[in-house]
Structure formats: structure tokens, C-alpha cells
């Protein structure tokens, strides 16, 4: 059984992620550490806010009381994000990279070498470890990745997934602007192999967080779209009743 945080609880890919994490018999218990508490409610779940008095720099900094209260966890799935198009680029740069380098930090000592720590970070097709990359996401995705990569010890294992187009779940498309909509849509019709359905890219992921799957990872440790929707196809067949 698993104990796992996930981040971005409220966001299309995050959202479906707790959902699963909530149904799924592996997973424990689930803490979610989030700006505001999700809708859901279940008796496994556990809301840590932030910020709070307790960790007054949010994301930026989380302290040692933050920290006590994720004791225990054996998982993370970062699934915290936004679009290089809502904010600027130094926003973009807080929140992609220094608020996931500061919880990797944070985290690591969270595992042991009998018991790694694993960190499952929501990155996106495109992202690009080489650094050579002039769009924003594809560079500070990558960044973050690259990092992750080398931040891996015995007892802190990361992995990378680099989902296509999420299409959201149909209780989290009304969030979605008309636009944004009709380009899923469009998309998922005309290149379905580059899409993925926020719930399949959420038993990929929750299954990971689990310790499954991990021999997917390549060099770089990313799993990329095609192997997510197989996943989450082979993980979901195991899961249903025979």
C-alpha cells in the first residue's frame, strides 16, 4: 500500500489524478498539498494548505512543520502547472522549476534505501533535456527534468511523463475556455496517438506512484504518450473485476 501527495489537485491533470488515487486499492492514503482544498472528500484524503502560518512562503519555501505533516508518504505525483500563455516568464520559471527543485529538495529526505522516495513529475511532450530549445516550456520543462534525473540517489528515484494534449474528464471541461475545447476536440479527432485522456495519464501515473511501471523509464527517465495510454490500458484491465 502506498501513501502518495499530489499536487495541482485542482487542475485538469491533477484533479483526475486524485480521483484515481482515491479509488485505487494500492494507494493508502492521500495528502494533498494545495493553495485551496479539492471538492472531493474521502476518508483517505488529507488537505495540507498552503500557505499557511505554519509555512508562510507556500510552494517557494516548505518548511520542516510542512514537511512533519508528509511524514510518512512514500510518493509524489507533481502535477502542480500552468501555461507559459497565463503568466509571464518569470512566473512561469517560479512555478515550473523553482517550486518542484524546492519539493524535490524537501522530499528526498522523505525516503530510505530500502524504501525510496518516488517523485512522478507531470512534464509534457516537447520538453527538452538538451537545453537547446528557444520555446519556454520545452527549455524549463526540460531543465526541471534533466535535474530530477540527477537528483536520483538510492533512496530518491524520479521519473519524467510527457503527456500530449490532456483531454480533460467531463466534469473538469466546463473550466475549460470554448477555445481550448474545440482544440481538444479537434485534436483528439485528427491526431488521437498525440492525445491523452486525463484519467488514463491518471492510472498511469498513480500506478507509477505505487512503484509499477518503472522499468518504462528510458535514459532520460521520461515515459512518453504512446507508453502512458498502454499503461494505463494494461494497468486498468488488471484493475477490473474478472
Do not use: C
Not at 485542482?10 to 482515491?22: D, I, K, M, R
Not at 509571464?88 to 519539493?103: C, F, G, H, L, V
Not at 486525463?198 to 527517465?221: F, Q
Amino acid at each position: 500500500m502506498t501513501s502518495v501527495i499530489i499536487t495541482g489537485a485542482t487542475g485538469t491533470a491533477g484533479s483526475a489524478v486524485l480521483n484515481n488515487a482515491l479509488a485505487n486499492p494500492l494507494i493508502s492514503h492521500v495528502t494533498v498539498l494545495a493553495r485551496r482544498a479539492p471538492k472531493v472528500t474521502s476518508d483517505k484524503l488529507t488537505t495540507v494548505i498552503i500557505p499557511s502560518d505554519e509555512n508562510p512562503k507556500g510552494f517557494s519555501e516548505l518548511t520542516p512543520a510542512t514537511i512533519a505533516q508528509l511524514k510518512g508518504s512514500d510518493a509524489v505525483i507533481w502535477a502542480l502547472g500552468i501555461s507559459q500563455l497565463q503568466v509571464s516568464k518569470d512566473e512561469y520559471n517560479t512555478i515550473t522549476y523553482d517550486y518542484t527543485k524546492e519539493a524535490a529538495k524537501a522530499f528526498a529526505p522523505l525516503g530510505t534505501k530500502d524504501k525510496p522516495f518516488r517523485f512522478v513529475f507531470v512534464s509534457g511532450m516537447g520538453a527538452d533535456q538538451s537545453g537547446k530549445s528557444s520555446t519556454l516550456f520545452a527549455k524549463v520543462k526540460g531543465q526541471v527534468e534533466r535535474e530530477l534525473v540527477a537528483d536520483e540517489t538510492e533512496s530518491f528515484k524520479t521519473v519524467n511523463l510527457r503527456p500530449g494534449g490532456i483531454v480533460p474528464a467531463a466534469d473538469h471541461a466546463h473550466n475549460l475556455n470554448f477555445f481550448n475545447r474545440s482544440f481538444l476536440t479537434a485534436f483528439n479527432w485528427l491526431l488521437p496517438s498525440q492525445m491523452i485522456k486525463s484519467d488514463d495519464l491518471a492510472v498511469a501515473a498513480v500506478n507509477l506512484a505505487a512503484g509499477r511501471g518503472w522499468d518504462e523509464r528510458d535514459a532520460e527517465h521520461v515515459i512518453y504518450n504512446k507508453q502512458l495510454l498502454k499503461m494505463a490500458q494494461d494497468f486498468s484491465s488488471q484493475m477490473a473485476p474478472q
